[in-house]
């Protein structure tokens, strides 16, 4: 009876880390979706384009296409954070609403720059060959543009990189949709 417990206690087990992941993933998705859309929303508004989003994929993570032109591009989305205890709070998975004393510069644009070359590395082995757009979604309400502006100097984008556009994307509360981009490739 022992061993019937405990395989019935592992399955509980593997159903409730199942539900967990799912979850997990989705909510994941809806951050991409949500950045996605600010972003298709954004560019169009500063170029006159048309693109809509037409395939969530993975690698990347969405097709967007333009509705004029029919051209088809890759987007790939990915969120900074100026640390994990920010992405934490920012994504409610703690209540401890403690913040750094201080904030340093440097760390952001390190943060920045690895994440840079992390997604330009994953990026080459994608199985996708039509231009791709890489959009950081910047998610502390601590840093705007204007932050990114006078940090521009620090940022490396990889030599190699396969993005043939990088996009640093703001939530902007002015309403200027100049606002919400930044272009740093």
């Known amino acids: 009876m022992l061993f019937d417990f405990g395989v019935i206690g592992f399955m509980m087990y593997l159903c409730a880390m199942k539900q967990i992941m ?7 998705w809806n ?16 170029h006159g384009a048309e693109f809509v989003l037409t395939k969530h994929i993975d690698k990347p993570d969405f097709v ?16 900074l954070f100026y640390d994990e205890d ?17 904030v340093v510069l440097d760390k952001l644009v390190s943060v920045l720059n690895n994440r840079l070359k992390t997604k330009s590395e994953k990026a080459k082995h994608y199985q996708y060959y039509n231009d791709m757009i890489l959009v950081i979604r910047v998610a502390s309400p601590v840093f705007d543009k204007a932050t990114f502006d006078a940090l521009e100097r620090y940022i490396s984008i990889p030599q190699t990189t396969v993005f043939d556009q990088i996009w640093l994307l ?3 509360e002015s309403g200027v949709v100049d606002d919400n981009l930044k272009r740093l490739k």
């Open 86 to 102: 920010e992405a934490r709070l920012l994504l409610g998975k703690t209540s401890n609403h403690v913040i750094a004393d201080e």
């Open 170 to 172: 703001f939530h902007s």
């Open 31 to 46: 951050l991409e979706r949500e950045a996605a859309d600010l972003f298709i929303h954004s560019y169009n508004a500063l």
């Open 22 to 28: 799912k979850k997990t993933r989705q909510d994941k």
């Open 64 to 79: 967007a296409t333009d509705k004029e032109l029919g051209l088809s591009v890759g987007i790939e989305i990915t969120h």
